[in-house]
């Protein structure tokens, strides 16, 4: 039991780092010069949300299967959207301090 537990408890702390990292890494690449480096990880999940819809099994039911399919993309496409609003708000933050800078130059 003691085992156990502790396997949880080292498996949930590698989660955390994991989901930390996935994290900083889209900020990092959210705050490059370019714009396409901080997509490429939401663009990675989306990808990787195919998946679950490609490996969908057919329930023989035409209305069953569409619900079936969009709340699968819905719940697959969840880490996506928070990797987009991360992305949307380091460039905000990027595109005001470049607009504060330029008027800064024009005041000189």
Known sequence: MVMATRMIWVSLIVLVVFLVGGVLLQIFLSKRESKWPGLVLPA???LWSLLYLFN??????????????LLTMLLANIPTL?????????????????ELDKMNIDDL
Do not use: C, H, P
């Open 56 to 69: 969908m099994m057919d329930t023989g039911s035409m209305v069953q299967n569409i619900l079936t399919a």
């Open 44 to 46: 990675i999940s989306f």
């Open 82 to 98: 928070v990797l987009l609003a991360i992305y949307w708000a380091v460039r905000e933050k990027r595109r005001k301090r470049s």
